[in-house]
């Protein structure tokens, strides 16, 4: 607390430092997000939009990745990264190719059914995937980026006009009816194989993108108690000394609310608890940090600026005793610490702390700064932070495992977040989506913006 008589130089020197600092941290971020941006950009398939799950590795297309890319090209062009007609472009080829899209029930051949898309495309036809399910929350993650652009393109020219229409075609097909087996849950996928999955979403996670998109569909809207259901199924419960609703990986708190703005807006369920739900992500992200630095697994470099645990790539599924412990390690996996599940080997994603920057820019910059200035070039390259790190792994220099390839799912967050966190543009977009206000106001949110009074 500076005091009233303190001197006026005094106060000069600690406005010039604040200032540096800020200043240091937006180069940083803004060369974050161009590289970041750069992925989406420079890796999707020019001839049908389609964005791969990872690079340089190739493997198949994501449509997860494909509705980040479909966010990341208007970021791009408020940047000034690219021309708005270079992503008018983009998005009408994107479009387009889901649109035309063979669907169908059979097991080859077709890239969806009842508008909901399998999670996993060939990169080049865009058909199925090996058996991949058809996929609720990817397809919705999908229509999050289609819907962004529907609201961002929105000139009264033949292209953007062309994209509007297409985008409100592809959501008013999404058959929910389909995905609801156990009324009023929606299911998690189905397979022409086996039919639905086994599960339901249920839980805090990535699902609340679900359950909000299937409120506000004009064609096929499940009952507003779908959401009371779910928001049943909530583990509240403290953790590191901050109570909030318990989810391990960052992911389930973060990508949702990449699109929505839940600042000062609740439902119900937040209403009891005197919260919403960017501050139960705030809190979530603190406690992993507090976890770390209690290390209770006794990792190699834990500490208050190496941290983040999410869904990510890791070392590889091996058992290795390392100085007279035996350590189990994995290839890609959901990673994450919080109440009620533990799932760390020491893999650290720089996601986990990219894409909850504006929750906690505080430690989430910090974090991230460090992780580039003591592992350099093993982490950080062409399109930003490859997707994961685990120094606890053996290797021949000592210093551990580095991921070489970088993760559309991951790098998404990372880019929509910081673009949030600094200008709030991907939020004050999609406040104006009618369909998103339908289902958040069907959800039983209120308050802050959706009542016109939130900046």
Same mark, same amino acid.
């Given at each position: 607390?500076?005091k009233k008589n303190t001197?006026?130089?005094?106060?000069?020197?600690?406005?010039?430092i604040?200032?540096y600092?800020?200043d240091?941290d937006?180069?940083?971020?803004?060369?974050?997000?161009?590289? #970041?941006?750069?992925?989406?950009?420079? #890796? #999707?398939?020019t001839s049908?939009?389609?964005?791969?799950?990872?690079?340089?590795?190739?493997?198949?297309?994501?449509?997860a990745?494909?509705?980040?890319?479909l966010?990341?090209? +208007? =970021? !791009?062009?408020?940047?000034?990264y690219?021309?708005?007609?270079?992503?008018?472009?983009r998005?009408l080829?994107?479009? @387009?190719?889901?649109?035309?899209?063979?669907?169908?029930?059979d097991?080859?051949?077709?890239?969806?059914y009842?508008?909901?898309?399998?999670?996993?495309?060939?990169?080049?036809? /865009? $058909?199925?995937?090996? %058996?991949?399910?058809?996929?609720?929350?990817d %397809?919705a993650i999908?229509?999050?980026g289609?819907?962004?652009?529907?609201t961002?393109?929105?000139?009264?020219?033949p292209?953007? @006009?062309?994209?509007r229409?297409?985008? &409100?075609?592809?959501y $008013?097909?999404?058959?929910?009816y389909f995905?609801?087996?156990d009324?009023?849950?929606i299911n998690?996928?189905?397979?022409?194989?086996?039919?639905?999955?086994?599960?339901?979403w249920? *839980?805090?996670?990535?699902?609340?993108?679900?359950?909000?998109?299937?409120?506000?569909?004009p064609t096929?809207?499940?009952? %507003?108690?779908a959401?009371?259901a779910w928001?049943?199924?909530?583990?509240?419960a403290?953790?590191? !000394?901050?109570?909030? =609703? %318990?989810? /391990?990986?960052?992911?389930?708190?973060?990508y949702s609310q990449?699109?929505?703005?839940?600042?000062?807006?609740?439902d119900?369920?937040m209403? $009891?608890k005197g919260?919403?739900?960017?501050e139960?992500?705030?809190r979530?992200t603190l406690?992993?940090?507090?976890?770390? =630095? &209690?290390?209770?697994?006794h990792? @190699?470099?834990?500490?208050?600026s190496?941290? *983040?645990?999410?869904?990510?790539?890791g070392?590889?599924d091996?058992?290795?005793?390392?100085n007279?412990?035996? $350590?189990?390690?994995? !290839?890609?996996?959901?990673? /994450?610490?919080?109440f009620?599940?533990?799932?760390?080997?020491?893999?650290?994603?720089p996601?986990?702390?990219?894409?909850? =920057?504006?929750?906690?820019?505080?430690?989430c910059i910090?974090?991230?700064?460090?992780?580039?200035?003591k592992?350099?070039?093993?982490?950080?390259?062409?399109?930003?932070f490859?997707?994961?790190f685990? +120094? #606890?792994y053996?290797?021949?220099? *000592?210093e551990?495992?580095?991921?070489r390839?970088?993760?559309g799912?991951?790098?998404?967050?990372?880019?929509?977040?910081v673009?949030?966190?600094?200008?709030?543009?991907v939020w004050?977009v999609m406040r104006?989506?009618k369909?998103?206000?339908? *289902?958040? @106001?069907?959800?039983?949110?209120?308050? /802050?913006?959706?009542l016109?009074?939130?900046?």
């Amino acid at each position: 607390m500076i005091k009233k008589n303190t001197p006026l130089l005094f106060l000069i020197l600690v406005s010039v430092i604040s200032t540096y600092a800020q200043d240091k941290d937006d180069q940083f971020l803004e060369e974050l997000e161009h590289r #970041t941006f750069n992925f989406f950009w420079q #890796t #999707t398939d020019t001839s049908n939009g389609l964005t791969p799950d990872r690079y340089p590795t190739k493997t198949f297309s994501s449509i997860a990745s494909v509705g980040f890319a479909l966010t990341a090209y +208007p =970021i !791009g062009v408020e940047r000034g990264y690219i021309t708005r007609r270079q992503a008018v472009e983009r998005v009408l080829k994107t479009l @387009k190719f889901f649109w035309n899209a063979k669907m169908g029930p059979d097991r080859s051949n077709v890239t969806g059914y009842k508008g909901f898309y399998y999670h996993f495309l060939d990169f080049k036809n /865009g $058909r199925r995937f090996d %058996s991949v399910e058809l996929s609720s929350v990817d %397809s919705a993650i999908l229509m999050y980026g289609i819907l962004f652009c529907q609201t961002y393109f929105d000139r009264d020219d033949p292209p953007e @006009k062309e994209i509007r229409a297409l985008a &409100d075609s592809l959501y $008013r097909r999404m058959d929910w009816y389909f995905m609801q087996r156990d009324k009023p849950l929606i299911n998690m996928g189905w397979t022409p194989e086996e039919g639905y999955a086994p599960l339901d979403w249920q *839980g805090l996670n990535e699902g609340a993108l679900v359950y909000i998109l299937a409120l506000g569909s004009p064609t096929f809207p499940i009952d %507003s108690t779908a959401w009371e259901a779910w928001t049943k199924t909530y583990v509240w419960a403290k953790y590191f !000394g901050k109570e909030f =609703i %318990s989810f /391990g990986p960052l992911f389930g708190h973060q990508y949702s609310q990449c699109w929505i703005d839940f600042r000062g807006i609740r439902d119900a369920y937040m209403s $009891r608890k005197g919260i919403d739900y960017f501050e139960n992500s705030r809190r979530a992200t603190l406690s992993q940090r507090d976890y770390a =630095i &209690d290390n209770p697994f006794h990792y @190699k470099d834990y500490s208050d600026s190496i941290w *983040g645990f999410t869904a990510s790539d890791g070392p590889g599924d091996t058992t290795i005793v390392i100085n007279g412990v035996k $350590r189990s390690f994995h !290839g890609y996996t959901a990673h /994450g610490v919080s109440f009620d599940w533990i799932n760390d080997d020491g893999t650290v994603t720089p996601a986990a702390a990219g894409g909850s =920057i504006p929750f906690a820019p505080e430690v989430c910059i910090p974090t991230l700064k460090a992780m580039k200035r003591k592992y350099g070039s093993k982490v950080w390259g062409e399109y930003g932070f490859v997707d994961a790190f685990n +120094p #606890t792994y053996p290797s021949k220099d *000592g210093e551990g495992w580095f991921d070489r390839d970088y993760l559309g799912i991951d790098q998404g967050p990372i880019l929509i977040m910081v673009e949030n966190y600094r200008s709030g543009f991907v939020w004050k977009v999609m406040r104006k989506n009618k369909y998103i206000v339908k *289902g958040l @106001k069907a959800a039983g949110f209120s308050g /802050g913006w959706l009542l016109g009074d939130y900046k």
